[in-house]
């Protein structure tokens, strides 16, 4: 079998590689999962609602139908990342995509609380199998430059359109058929996901030798497991809650000590040399920000559009939507971005763009004429969005050899997964600081949002995009 990572030549001198038919196969598989995944974090949102009806589940329990999946998506992105490099990525993701389908059956046929929030929990589990070794598969499936810009770019464009269409297709499926589609759908999906993964992906480049790092381990899987717990609680416990700053608190602790056992060990879990990396730290600050910004703020918006304007369910849901197509747009213009800008310069900038974006919701009022200024400011937004879920990606991955690229992945997804699990709860507690006044909540915290992205952007400028070399946009 040939290396997937060999391009064939452009058929035109000079120009840009492309892909074998054995790289387009492997892409078909991996960015299939990454959408389904995608979807169905949405999908399911959308149904929550009725699943508590239906199942006569309280308010708390349904918390935990989003927190059991938060808490292992989260948790154990980093942990399985690093499996991948030693146990193999192909390995993995197999296994990942069979306990989602295990998972999403059982969330089927649920009847109570337990089993559905033990579906969610496995789901959770499953995504942080299969996200970092489908990445890892692809970025070292496609060498560094052209094509894995070109690779990724489609990865973040297909992201984006996931969880639009989730939106759409859960409202559809709750609405003529039932909630337990949400679940069950994942199944023929998954299915077919294997498959292809037999028949066309195999593990490209060299496994690390080195042994697992149980006390690196214990310790960051522990500390992500309070932080993530800590936050999720805060969005309807309050960020005043005794358990909450408990949890937080300790999440810190951990994750410091995490720090310190990996400068003793003789096999890091995550090496010295990786977390001091400008490119890697600066990257997934920047898409931690990205990620939970664009989550609050669409969270915000269905607050205002519903609570503020009146707008029903169908009309939110077609108002965010609609913009989510230029996520699309903007996954697909991102390489031609980097390429010419940089990676880093095109993330700070992106940040900057959503901030600006973003910075126009100021102005909604009482009118409900206003749904078309929240339209085209989400439509900007989720564009420079689409352009910062890409760089981000690509200056994490950039520089770092292909047997560590499942740490490397590790890092940029459990980042995605903190953001998604950051935003709402942040940005909630500001809109709900003053009871009886919305409005004014729903201003405050999107200000937050505008100034939490343009720190996120000066960092980047400052510390990446500044230094920025030729070489980095070849």
Known sequence: MADPGQATRSPVPGGPPRATTEQKRILAVLLGAQFMLAADFSILTVALPVIGDNLGLSVGDLQWVTTGFALPAAGLTLLFGRAGDLAGRRTLFLAGITLLAIASLAGTFATGAGVLIAARVAQGVATAMTIPSAMSLLTTSFPEGPMRRRALGINGALLGGGFTAGAFIGGLLTGLLSWRWAFLINVPVALLLFVGALLFIRDSGERSTAKLDIPGA????????????????????????????????SGVVLLVAFWFVEQRSRHPLVPAWVLRTRTVAVANVGGVVTIAMVTGICFLMTLYLQEVLGYSAVATGLALGGPGLLVILGGTLAPRFIGRYGSSRTLAASLLLQAFAFATLLLIGTDRAAGVLVVVALAFGFFGHALSLVSYMVTATSGIPDHEQGLATGLSTTSMQIGITLGIPVLSAIATSRPGVILHGLRAATLADVVILLAGAAAVWVFLARKDSPADRK
Do not use: E, M, N
């Open 218 to 249: 214990l310790t960051v899987t522990a500390g992500l497991l309070a932080l993530v717990y800590g936050i999720t609680t805060a969005g309807h416990a309050g960020w005043g809650d005794i358990w909450v700053l408990v949890f937080l608190s």
